[in-house]
């Protein structure tokens, strides 16, 4: 089944941005976690969870790239 790999592709990538901060894995994280949305297998809680991650990973990577003021 094609979700379980994506699934720790996505546990990967989480754990790599959150252990060095990496922002090419949470960009990766992001992109998987948009695939398996699209993914016509994934169940509506499932999708609905991964539609939450990929939002609130694309907000703080924005908040750390915002210069301050």
């Not at 990967?12 to 998987?32: N, P, V, Y």
């Not at 694309?58 to 750390?64: A, F, G, S, T, Y």
Request: glycine share 8%; charged share 25%.
């Amino acid at each position: 089944m094609p979700t379980n790999g994506l699934c720790a592709g996505v546990l990967s990538q989480l754990l790599i941005h959150d252990e060095t901060g990496c922002r090419h894995s949470a960009r990766h994280a992001i992109r998987l976690l948009d695939a398996l949305c699209a993914d016509d297998g994934v169940d509506g809680e499932l999708r609905a969870l991964c539609e939450r991650a990929s939002r609130r990973l694309e907000q703080r990577l924005e908040v750390q790239h915002a210069c301050p003021a």
